[in-house]
């Protein structure tokens, strides 16, 4: 257990912060980081051209150490969709054909696939709501005639798990891709790449990977090092480091999956915060985040149980994204009585989202459950 690591965030005493899915707080590291670096832009002459290169290198090795992926494999992206778009311009989808989504899945991860769908005559097929086994309604989806399984191995909305190895294996026996978006897990909940093994993984960084906003990170199997990239970038181009030699154009591009890294990807400012927040969580240790988030949601729900509500098996569900349900809805009064507290959560429908980190304490649920208590 990771006892409460409050003392490395700026949130006041007042604040109870539930809602780490939305958007991370941030580490007092990674502000110092981004402060750094923008005041480095006003001494541009200090700033020689391997730095263009040192520093993303160094958040590719950490962020491929990090999650136990290969660092060959791993490109920056500045948003989810962006990854989206990389992976349906690399993956085959043919009239007939069908896209595998979850119910009520982010947007972000179904407008791509819906466009490339209709560009051919293919389908988006969607996992049906269920109270139950997500995973196996996934599986019973899938079928001969799937092509891409565009999946998150957590729902966005409540925390409801897919086992991606069950699914990876599905999708290899109908000959599926399978596109993982992992921004509400990455961070917390591990994955064996190698037994796995997706097309593409795609993932934000400002929420679980506690970095900045515009500032995410993609993961492409080998077997995609030959595709395209969504832009044509000059640090993309094998030897660009040699500033002298720029417009000595290449058709050839730098190893691995650097080629697929958006432009400007130095970003002299986002760059050594990622590092910052990166550095972080390497020290905690995945496993280590997910069993103390796990425990936390644990006493959450025995509370939510005493009170009447429903929240999904622990079996079910993500370590650290819980989704407590009211039998009548939403009591009316919640929000403005949990707004009048300081006390922040999303609110989905008839349940609440309750998304905690290493910041919150016993006291942050003791708060929440007072409020919770009025509003029934």
């Known amino acids: 257990m990771i006892p409460s690591q409050k003392h490395l965030f700026d949130i006041p005493d007042e604040i109870t912060y539930l809602n780490c899915a939305y958007l991370s707080p941030q580490l007092k590291s990674v502000k110092e980081a981004g402060i750094s670096g923008v005041s480095h832009k006003s001494s541009p002459w200090e700033l020689m051209p391997q730095d263009f290169f040192t520093e993303s290198e160094h958040c590719r090795s950490l962020f491929a150490k990090t999650l136990g992926a290969d660092k060959e494999c791993v490109s ?40 490339k769908a209709d560009l051919v005559g293919a389908s988006i097929r969607t996992v049906p709501k269920t109270n139950g086994d997500v995973t196996a309604a996934v599986l019973d989806t899938i079928t001969e005639k799937t092509a891409i399984a565009a999946i998150p191995n957590c729902h966005w909305a409540d925390g409801t798990l897919v086992d991606t190895q069950a699914v990876s294996k599905r999708c290899s026996e109908v000959g599926a891709a399978l596109v993982l978006d992992l921004s509400q897990s990455a961070g917390v909940i591990p994955i064996d790449f190698n037994s796995v093994n997706p097309d593409f993984v795609i993932t ?18 080998k077997k995609h090092r030959d595709g395209q990239p969504l832009e044509y970038n000059w640090m993309a181009r094998e030897n660009s480091e040699d500033f002298s030699g720029l417009v000595l154009y290449r058709d050839s591009f730098q190893p691995g999956a650097r080629k697929f890294d958006v432009g400007e990807r130095s970003n002299f400012i986002l760059m050594p915060m990622a590092i910052a927040a990166l550095k972080q969580i390497s020290e905690w240790g995945i496993n280590n985040i997910g069993n103390s988030l796990s425990h936390f949601t644990d006493k959450i729900a025995s509370r939510a149980l005493e009170l009447g509500l429903t929240v999904p098996n622990k079996k079910e569900r993500a370590p650290h994204i819980l989704g407590i349900q009211f039998q009548s809805g939403v009591p009316d009064r919640l929000a403005k009585n949990l707004q009048r507290e300081n006390i922040y959560v999303s609110i989905r429908g008839n349940s609440i989202r309750i998304a905690p980190y290493l910041y919150n304490t016993n006291k942050d649920v003791d708060r929440l459950f007072t409020v919770i208590k009025q509003s029934l």
């Open 76 to 115: 920056f992206i500045p948003s989810a969709s962006y990854g989206i778009a990389v992976a349906a311009a690399n993956l085959n989808l043919k009239s007939g054909d069908e896209v595998v989504v979850l119910s009520e899945q982010f947007p972000s991860n179904y407008y791509m696939w819906k466009h």
């Open 204 to 221: 934000v960084g400002y929420k679980w990977l506690l970095g900045p906003y515009s500032f995410g990170y993609m993961i492409v199997n």
